[in-house]
């Protein structure tokens, strides 16, 4: 005799529990690349602190679910959390040494292209990954 159990979620109280917290921490990460290139420090504190707040999230959503061969969705999500926030962290910090360098108009400019580029592409990758087929 062999039983059939679909076993499943809803699927807007998963978005909630699940992915909304780690976008909300984008979001704040987003908005630090509109600051003032001299405050730099302050935009690689608060990705920083979002790269710590999402390891954190990470496992303990992870200690939700049974341990799997393979990536769930929600690992995928997180793995690319942590890829853009590296991104953001590497061109942050390049930002800061271009200034300590006294290289001010190269560091001004390279920030503004940072700010566009974060407005583009973060949105465009977790759009992706919600609405590509998996």
């Given amino acids: 005799m062999v039983f059939d ?22 979001l704040i990460v987003m908005s630090s690349f509109v600051m003032n290139p001299h405050q730099i420090t302050t935009r690689l504190a608060a990705i920083s602190s979002a790269l710590v707040a999402s390891a954190m999230f990470h496992i303990s959503i992870a200690n ?8 769930t969705f929600a ?12 991104i953001c962290f590497f061109t942050s910090l390049y930002v800061f040494v271009l200034q300590g360098r ?3 108009e190269r560091a001004r400019r390279f920030n503004k292209l940072t700010e566009r580029v974060v407005f583009v592409v973060m949105p465009l990758l977790y759009a992706g990954l ?5």
């Avoid at 159990?5 to 984008?26: D, E």
């Avoid at 690992?75 to 590296?86: A, E, G, I, R, S």
């Fill in 64 to 71: 939700q679910i049974p341990p799997v061969g393979y990536l």
């Fill in 102 to 104: 006294k290289e001010e």
């Fill in 5 to 26: 159990v679909h076993i499943g979620r809803i699927a807007f109280n998963s978005f909630l529990k699940t992915f909304l917290p780690v976008l909300f921490l984008m």
């Fill in 130 to 134: 919600f609405l590509l087929p998996r």
């Fill in 75 to 86: 690992d995928k999500f997180m793995v690319t959390t942590y890829f853009v926030l590296l």
